[in-house]
């Protein structure tokens, strides 16, 4: 079977980042940029479900600047068959992005599309949802194992107190969770392979689908800075101030 | 203009969560309904008449929605939108799973995890972690917002709303339920406690981590909290993760022991209200923002800290 998975180029996870002087948003020039790390999970669960020969092709589709390419390029490295880019400067919405997904899935007919649960800029945690409503699939969100069977997947959900497994009938809608899996790391002779491998690029327009933000910005700004604390010097003194100064004890 | 609450319940309960959002509907409309999708579902359904402001209860049961399987939920709230401008609903794991569905079947923008009505239109939520605070507008028609409960105060009670039952719930054709496991605990729920006791990778084991960390638990009647790294290192199971991917908690106050406070963890708990951290390497990112520092080894800080919580007789 097929599988599409969709990937996005975020700032990296491990940069802090800053809030543009004039609030227009988070300045991202010259900043690292990755790929999402919810995505890289997707890539590698894709990857791992070929080496178990359940998966027999693994397209990868990002929606992004021409630089995303590099993060396409990541996901071929790591095992991915072949790319689409869809190309588009100005930020894409999740609904956007998931009208575009649906367009590639009418064209490529995947079994099931593997992508993060959220990304770590917009923080959304939508468009998974979004994709599997425009193509009314059944989703399984939050995953931390896949398990195939035929026509079935079984996903083991992350949930608010526990975990919850749910069978759902292909073609379907999984975004992964943290723990599915440990992302390889893409050895320099497949750094090399994935040179060779086609990347289609498209552009929204391609797809006929409208990508103008539904959502305006006014403003972003820093978050609320908290008050320098002081140091205590013991459990006595702690409890102390915790008592009469913080009054939570 | 009406607006909707999807409730989080446990069937027999409406957690606190509800009455939060219920707070955040009511800067949006006058006229808010709750709705409960569950299955055998009238102990949460009374309740959540009580919740002050609103203006009727609407219950949907079948065995889909007592799962709260997306599907269903889609199929029960799309066809009632018709009579609503906007539905709000907590951001769990089952609200963040439900309502970009919901929203994408509106053709419609989703807002999530707001922080703060602005006004009806304009709503402001963090992005990038925490790291960064945005401010957006939606003219969408519809308007389907998750809500981070842990910014609203809790509606209060006194309410005596009628409570009125759909017909026939839905089912999720594509979608079976298999199975469920849930950490069982008899402490207060991570999102809800006043106080969290909070471990990080120093504790070295489960076993470390629960020896120290439950006594004190117990002792001030807290919630136990982990880090990502403690819990990707197997000390704690996932539900107990404060962070960007876990929890977002606010408590009156949060005890961070052996946590360094990577970006991640802040996200999730620099709403606190006052905030302990105890770490023995000084340059740790968490004591930036404890109001309460406390440079030293866990293991001799814990015990000597339940002793002076004896003295004061808790």
Known sequence: MKVLVPVKRVIDFNVKVRVKPD????????VKMSMNPFDEIAVEEAVRLKEKGVVSEIVVVSVGPAQAQETIRTALAMGADRGVLIQSDQDVEPLGVAKLLKAVVAEEAPQMVLMGKQAIDGDNNATGQMLAALLDWPQATFASKVEMSGDKAAVTREIDGGLQTLSVSLPAVVTTDLRLNEP??????????????????????????????????????????RQ?????????????????????? | MAVLVIADHDNAHVRDTTHKTVTAAKALSNDVDVLI?????EAAAA??????????VLVAESPALGKMIAEAVEAAVVPMMGGYDAVLTP?????????????????????SDIVQVVDGTTFVRPIYAGNAMETVQSNEAKKVITVRTTAFKAAGEGGSAPVEKLAGGESAPKTAFVGEEMVKSDRPELGAAKIIVSGGRAMGSAEEFNKVLEPLADKLGAAVGASRAAVDAGYAPNDYQVG???????????????????????????????????NKDADAPIFQIADYGWVTDYKTAVPALMDELTKLGK
């Open chain 2, 37 to 41: 999708l569950g299955q055998g579902a």
């Open chain 2, 91 to 111: 951001a769990t794991t089952a609200g963040k799973n439900f309502a970009p569905r919901v929203a994408a079947k509106l053709d419609v923008s989703q807002i």
């Open chain 2, 47 to 56: 309740q959540a008449a009580k919740i002050d402001g609103v203006r009727k």
């Open chain 1, 23 to 30: 609030q227009s948003g988070v300045d991202l020039a010259n």
């Open chain 1, 228 to 249: 320098a604390g002081i140091k205590v010097e013991g459990a006595a003194d702690l409890v102390a101030k915790l008592r009469n100064e913080a009054g939570v004890l």
């Open chain 1, 184 to 225: 390889r790391y893409a050895s320099l002779p497949n750094i090399m392979k994935a040179k060779k491998k086609p990347i289609d690029v498209k552009s929204p327009a391609d797809y006929g689908v409208d990508v103008t933000p539904r959502l305006k910005v006014l403003k972003v700004t820093e978050p609320a800075k």
């Open chain 2, 244 to 278: 960007q991917t876990g929890k977002v908690v606010a408590p009156s106050l949060y005890i961070a022991i052996g946590i360094s406070g990577a970006i991640q963890h802040l996200a999730g708990m620099k709403d606190s209200k006052v905030i302990v951290a105890i």
